[in-house]
């Protein structure tokens, strides 16, 4: 017994993590390899004069990329260092380079897995003008951290001493990590952009893979390619690259960056020892013992075949039930049915599991994950030997699929050839339809696996043109309150197509989710599984859930409120009563339909006799003139094709007229968008319409102006009023 | 019969008694949340929260200990998990801690621990335990049993009776006051709550205070919360004096005469190398005309180059760090800025001296001595007959001006071995305003003209310092994107920025104003208008939610617009004066006609001061009135030919 206890102490002791230990000899090295006898790029603290009204200039900026296998050992090496020289010009910038923040090193003790350890060094300088330097010092130090348990998270925090404007800062920041594996291992993607938050006056980006590692690499975007040196393919292959004068990239609304900035992509991997079992993804790197790859396309027909096992032990078992129970043993006859069916299935059983005390064998994680689905999808449609494709989708802000190079590039789809039109199935949430297909994936490729065969091969899909039917009508009856200056509104919102999400997640609650659920279909399926064996627990639960619901409600009218005035950039809005007509969450009533009656006084501005009544605010806000008035480097991308209509009925009151009715109708076009609106008045009623379209939602860059007059003309439009005034004017000057 | 009979009522009423019970909890859990009103955390409650407080002596012989237990049992009303923040210092530590969940008992908990992570605050003692928990649905409440001391009780200052994130619907603190100890509770911002105290004499000579209340609400955080202290009922805690075991009295911070000594002993000696800061400072003052201007440059140049850092670290934030380390880093906080300003004006021979107050954010004067009385440290110059408050940490402050934060407010001023308290005051001529003049044309239907635009006092600094966040090219944008909040508004031909931002001359900007399509026809009426131009300060829905607010500077905006009426018309209607004034705030505006030209003024005015709940709503009022105002439209019409 005493021994058993000895060998338990021994092996805790063996066990655990230190924290803060950096290896002195290596933080020297690093010091003398970054700061020592360096080149004259190193040296520069001139900037060209067209970046002198800059904040920063990156003056010389290196990243190193190393991965190694240690000899003999099962161990793995990954370095990432970056250096980075900047000239601080003004105050934001020694605001910005004022404080840094590292991440601590951490090292992982284990008697049987050998020891893992993560390492950061740092180094920082600051040269004066004059050119002397100053090292930022250890006095300049402290140390955070946060801990739980046996973990423990800790940074240091620098103060920079002594930065002033026209000063250059010299840092560099490295990572270092070793630890234990012999089997096959894909090292972290990693996104090189090209472009910074300040202009580069030269950079450099060298990746070296040394011993059994192996390289994929992509340039992407007009990046220029990597140039093999120095190789010795026996001990490592480097990559090289010099890029100079690099101008900055600030954000930029309506665009994909990740789509059009230069950038070299690249991932490492490690194809594992002798005794490595195989992995499903490890064939997508392509050739493991290529040393510089691409992505392999045909090696997604192994991954495809992972989706077989989802599901398994928590909602398959139960969808299986629902669907045998439905459709019998036998091949139905309507696959488009079957599918969408399915598709409801698990789109019901995620969203009640919050209602159950106790749920049903599944985890949060699993919930509404497109793995989750088309591995659910695909399992049911093999049960009845349907033939299909899972997709696998690079969407169009990430980039084309010939970029494609890592695997999270990529979304999960599914594809039944229909016999009018395919069945695709390409999202999940709470609120989506199976047959609502985002306008991005319109006449995109994706890579399709068949899921019958032994051997599928992988071929090209390519979406069908996406019509757009994406539409946002909203109908409002207008009353006016001469006394409180306020206009009284009745909204009727009609939503289809994609532009649904943006006032889903707005006016959607839990209760409706809770309320819609059909207990006839699927109650025998989703249900809790402690409902009968605890009734306190469970009439506890419900008087949370009411309390739930309850502020869920008082939050949504909050939110609507706030959402009315940023749509429609009014000052004010009080929302009075909301009723949901329509989720649009089921086929046969596709459409989110709801409506709200709200009031504002935003929309009236009264003088004397006459109230001027800003009909123009009832169309959505244009974006901003800070955005349009931005020069801008990339494409132009809208969420959808949309078109939006907004039709307003305004009742006068008793012996009052309108005025300006007519110059409310204007008809505009050009290739991408239109605007028209038309007025009439009817009896004691004004009636007025205007419909916005984005016919095409991508444009070229060079296509801004463009997009900048459509926003000119709907905010001209925006700016439209009439006047409301007694039959009898009488005309008030002032005195 | 009758023994069936007895049964059978017995089983009733147990059964009514079940059935009352369950019903009775379904209503308190919606009726408490009924209880929350818009501002208040609706995801859970403190239903009941005992704080208790006992003084024990020192076992080291220093001063006495605090000891706290606090009991808060915590309602989740949407969610099964409870939560909890507690922080300590380098004086207070948790000593122990445990987690009972409703019926089922006590429960194993793990905080996350971690440095407080305060926004501006670079380094301080300050770390927070963070404890949460899920419980089932049926166990109702989360009970949180935390136990802590602190080592030495000057530096326990305060407790608040309500939670600062949730409402607490039974709040209690009990304070044991041994007899050995003399000390004062004083209970602060106690109006309008369900508050009440009692005051028992315990045989042995001990007292206990118990103070209770109900249903108190948590702070709303908006842009314009004046700070717990300023607000929240709390009670603060001055100490006077002890006795030891040997039967002596020994005094803790009774006066100010014992503060202030206590703060020179944090402080430590003098240090200051004169002849090395007369060489640094020679060279800043270097071309100086006069002892003001030298004054000047010192003043200024600590502020242009002394990036803020605050450190807090080591006793609590009370020890100014050194101040040739502050000048070789070029970093500090208040308490760095202001001893090297000391060191460097005294080594020109001028008489610098440090000096301590609270801030805005603080309630309390000297009259209770405690370290919760001030948060800052400045310096302040004896110059001829007049005094200079030297605030360095606020950028671009002109020598004589005074930021809100501290006017007002009593300071502490060192004065050889004594100290003088003094209270911080505004000049008369330490006015902040912001002013736009348009010279405005009509050129068919656009509006266009000159726009002058002026800053001052702290108006101009607060612009000064947002500009100074933004790379040059990016200030102008700024200032367009400012002037031009209206559609259709562009801003032209804007005159220079200054090279650099000076502090004793006003801000005076011109440029040209553009808005297309301004005159709008309507059947034959022309409508335009000339009030919505400068940028207007709004008022969110989310502000009036709050029970106190104060803005960040005084409000004093003055918009003149003049309007030319083309010869080919004429003007139909003007809009009437408006005026809305309560307590010291307004708002003016009217429309003149002289000759061909319409003249629009109007006035927004707004001290610094807190907003209680019953007046913000004339706060709203006169956010409305002046949007009302700048909705406003001229009428014109063509002329009869």
Redesign the interface.
């Known amino acids: 017994m005493k021994n058993i206890i000895l060998f338990g102490l021994a092996l805790i002791s063996m066990l655990g993590m230190s924290y803060g230990q950096t290896d002195s000899l290596r933080a020297e090295q690093l010091r003398n390899q970054f700061w020592e006898n360096r080149s004259e790029q190193w040296t520069k603290i001139d900037i060209p004069e067209k970046w002198k ?3 920063a200039v990156i003056l010389n900026k290196e990243t190193y990329y190393w991965v190694k296998k240690i000899p003999l050992l099962s161990f793995l090496e990954e370095q990432y260092h970056t250096h980075k020289r900047i000239k601080v ?7 910005s380079y ?2 840094f923040s590292f991440a601590e090193s951490q090292k992982y003790y284990s008697l049987f897995w050998g020891s893992s350890n993560l390492h950061y060094y740092y180094g920082i300088k600051v040269i004066k003008a004059d050119g002397s330097e100053q090292i930022v010092g250890e006095s ?1 130090k ?1 140390h ?6 046996n973990r423990k998270v800790g940074y240091q ?1 620098i ?1 920079i ?4 404007k026209g000063d250059v800062i010299d840092y560099y920041y490295c990572m270092e990590r070793r630890f234990s594996m012999d089997q096959f291992y894909m090292f972290d993607p990693v996104r090189y952009f090209l472009n910074d938050n300040h202009p580069i006056v030269r950079q450099e980006l060298t990746l070296e893979i040394a011993r059994k590692c192996y390289l994929n690499c992509r340039s992407v975007n007009d990046a220029p390619l990597m140039k093999e040196i120095d190789t010795d393919v026996s001990k490592a292959v480097k990559y090289h690259l010099i890029d100079e004068e690099r101008e900055k990239f600030e954000n930029e609304i309506l665009a994909f960056p990740y789509s059009e900035l230069p950038c070299i992509k690249f991932q490492a991997f490690f194809p594992g020892g002798a005794f490595a079992y195989p992995v499903s993804y490890a064939d997508f790197l392509g050739e493991r013992l290529k040393m510089k790859n691409t992505a392999y396309p045909q090696g997604l027909a192994k991954l495809a075949k992972s989706v077989n096992t989802a599901g398994a032990g928590t909602f398959y078992p139960v969808l299986k039930k629902y669907i045998i129970s439905k459709y019998g043993k036998e091949r139905p006859e309507n696959v488009e049915k079957l599918v969408h069916d399915i598709y409801f299935f698990l789109r019901e059983y995620w969203c009640q599991q919050q209602f159950f ?1 106790k749920n049903q064998r599944t985890n949060y994680y699993n919930w509404f994950t497109m793995y989750s689905t088309v591995g659910g999808i695909s399992r049911i449609l093999k049960m009845y030997e349907i033939k299909h494709d899972l997709l696998y989708i690079m969407p169009k802000y990430i980039g084309e699929l010939d970029d494609l190079l890592f695997l999270d590039e990529l979304n999960l789809g599914l594809h039944v050839k229909g016999e009018e039109h395919p069945i695709l199935i390409t999202k999940i949430n709470p609120y989506s339809l199976p047959s609502e297909i985002p306008d991005l994936l319109s006449e995109i490729k994706a890579y399709a696996v068949p899921s019958i065969g032994e051997n599928p091969v992988v071929s090209i899909y390519t979406f069908p043109e996406l019509k757009s039917e994406n539409e946002e009508n909203i109908v409002s009856k207008l009353k006016f309150d001469p006394e409180n ?1 306020t206009l009284i509104i009745e909204s009727e919102f009609t939503i289809t197509g994609s532009s649904k999400l943006e006032w889903d997640t707005l006016v959607m609650t839990n209760k409706v989710f809770f309320d819609e659920f059909k207990t006839d279909q699927y109650g025998k399926f989703i249900n809790d599984r402690d409902k009968r064996r ?1 009734p ?2 469970l ?3 419900n ?2 859930l ?3 619901f ?2 869920e409600q ?1 939050k949504r009218t ?1 939110s609507l ?2 959402y009315l005035q940023e749509f429609y ?1 009014i ?2 809005c009080n929302v009075v009563d909301f009723k949901l007509i329509s989720s649009g969450r089921w086929t046969d009533s596709s459409s989110l339909n709801f409506k709200v009656i709200w009031e504002s ?1 935003s929309y009236v ?1 009264q ?2 006799e ?1 109230s ?1 009544l800003s009909v123009g605010r009832f169309m959505k806000k ?1 974006l901003g ?2 955005f349009l ?1 931005k020069d801008r480097m990339l494409d132009i991308h809208f969420k959808n094709k949309e078109v939006m209509s907004y039709e307003l009925e305004l009742e006068l009151p008793e012996g009052f007229d309108a ?2 009715i007519k ?1 409310l109708q204007d008809n505009w076009e050009d290739d991408y968008f239109y605007i028209k609106s038309n007025s009439e008045k009817q009896a004691n009623k004004v009636i007025i319409q205007f419909e916005v379209g984005i016919k095409n939602s991508h444009l070229p860059v060079e296509e801004w102006d463009k997009v900048r007059n459509f926003f ?1 003309k709907i ?2 439009l ?6 409301i005034q007694q039959r009898q004017d009488n ?4 005195e | 019969m009758s023994d069936v009979y007895r049964k059978f009522c017995f089983t009733v009423l147990i059964v009514f008694l079940g059935f009352n019970c ?1 019903l009775k ?2 209503v308190e ?2 009726s408490s ?1 009924e209880l929350l009103d ?1 501002s208040q955390e ?1 995801d859970a409650l403190i239903e009941y929260w005992k704080t208790t407080i006992t003084f024990e002596r020192s076992k080291s012989g220093g001063m006495p200990v605090v000891k706290e237990t606090d009991l808060c049992r915590i309602v ?5 998990l409870v939560m909890r923040h507690y922080f300590v210092s380098s004086h207070k530590q948790i000593t122990d801690y445990k987690f009972y969940a409703g019926g089922s008992g006590r429960k194993s908990i ?6 407080s ?1 305060t926004p501006g605050i ?2 301080s003692d300050s770390k927070y335990y963070y404890f949460s928990r899920n419980i ?5 409440y989360g009970k949180f049993e935390v136990k802590s001391i602190t080592d030495d009780l000057r530096f326990y200052t305060r407790a608040y009776m309500s939670d600062m994130k949730l409402f607490t619907a039974n709040r209690e603190i009990e304070v044991l006051v041994p007899a050995w100890l003399d000390i004062k509770v004083k209970l602060y911002n106690s109006d309008h709550v369900d508050l009440t105290c009692e005051v028992d004499s315990l045989p042995d000579g001990d007292v206990l205070y118990r103070y209770t209340g109900r249903n108190l609400n948590a702070p709303f955080q908006s842009d314009y919360f004046p700070g717990y202290a300023n607000v929240h009922p709390h009670l603060l805690f001055l100490y006077n004096r002890y006795r030891t075991v040997d039967g002596e009295w020994k005094p803790i911070l009774k006066n100010v005469d014992q503060l202030y000594k206590w703060y020179k002993e944090m402080r430590g000696p003098e240090q200051y190398d004169l002849e090395k800061f007369k060489a640094i400072s020679s060279d800043v003052v270097s071309g100086a005309s006069n002892q003001l201007d030298s004054i000047k440059k010192v003043f200024y140049w600590v502020q242009d ?1 002394i ?1 803020y ?1 605050a450190f807090e ?1 080591g006793i609590d934030g009370f020890c100014p760090q050194n101040a040739l380390s502050v000048y ?4 500090g906080d208040c308490k760095g800025m202001s001893n090297l300003l000391k060191a460097m004006l005294t080594s020109l021979g001028y008489d610098a001296r440090l000096a301590w107050l609270g801030t805005q954010d603080l309630p309390y004067t000297y009259k209770e001595p405690s370290i919760a009385v001030d948060n800052h440290m400045i310096c302040v110059l004896y110059q001829g007959k007049r005094k200079y408050y030297l605030d360095a940490t606020e950028k671009y402050l002109k020598l004589g001006e005074t930021a809100s934060r501290i006017n007002g407010k009593e300071i502490l001023i060192e004065n050889g071995n004594s100290f003088v308290i003094d209270t911080v005051r505004r000049s008369a001529e330490d006015i902040s305003s912001e002013t736009y003049h348009y010279q405005l044309k009509l050129k068919g239907n656009n509006l266009s003209g000159k726009l002058k635009f002026q800053l001052q006092g702290e108006a101009k600094r607060h612009f000064y310092m947002s500009l ?7 200030q102008e ?1 700024n200032i ?2 400012l002037m ?1 909040k209206e ?2 508004l ?1 801003l032209d031909s804007l005159s220079a920025l200054p090279a650099t931002f000076d502090r004793d001359s006003n801000l005076s900007l011109t440029g040209i104003m553009l808005k ?2 301004a005159l ?4 034959d ?1 022309r ?1 335009i208008g000339i009030a919505n131009l400068m940028p207007e300060i ?1 008022f969110d ?1 989310d502000t009036s939610k709050s029970r106190h607010i104060r803005f960040s500077q005084v409000i004093n905006q003055l918009n003149e617009t003049t309007l030319e009426i083309p010869e080919s018309m004429e ?6 004066p408006l005026v809305f004034e309560f307590d010291d705030a307004f708002y003016r505006m009217e ?3 002289d000759g061909n030209l319409v003249k629009f003024k109007s006035h927004l005015y707004i001290p610094y001061k807190i907003y209680k709940q019953e007046q913000i709503k004339d706060l709203a009022k006169l956010f ?1 009135y002046q ?2 105002s700048r ?3 001229i ?1 014109l019409k063509e002329k009869n030919r």
């Open positions: 009204d800059e904040s010009i003004d105050d934001k910038a020694i605001k004022s404080e300049d402290i955070t951290e946060v801990k739980h348990r925090k103060a001493p002594n930065l002033e005390v200056e605890k306190e627990q009439r506890a639960f008087e949370k009411g309390v739930r309850a502020d008082k909050e409120e706030k950039g000052q004010n006084s501005s003088f004397g006459r001027l244009t003139e800070e008035q005025k300006g110059e000119a905010s001209n925006c700016e439209k009023q009439i006047v005309i008030v000057t002032q | 369950d909890a379904q859990l919606k949340y818009e609706k989740p009303l949407q969610n099964n793990k905080p996350v621990i971690g440095d992570n670079f380094q089932k649905p049926s166990d109702q180059k990036r850092i670290q070789e880093n070029k970093y100074s966040q933004l790379s040059r090219s990016e944008k367009s994107e031009c559609d259709n562009l297309n399509n709008r026809q309507i059947a009426e409508y709004n829905k003007l139909c209607y003007l809009p009437k429309y003149l006609l409305d949007h009302k909705k406003q439209k009428i």
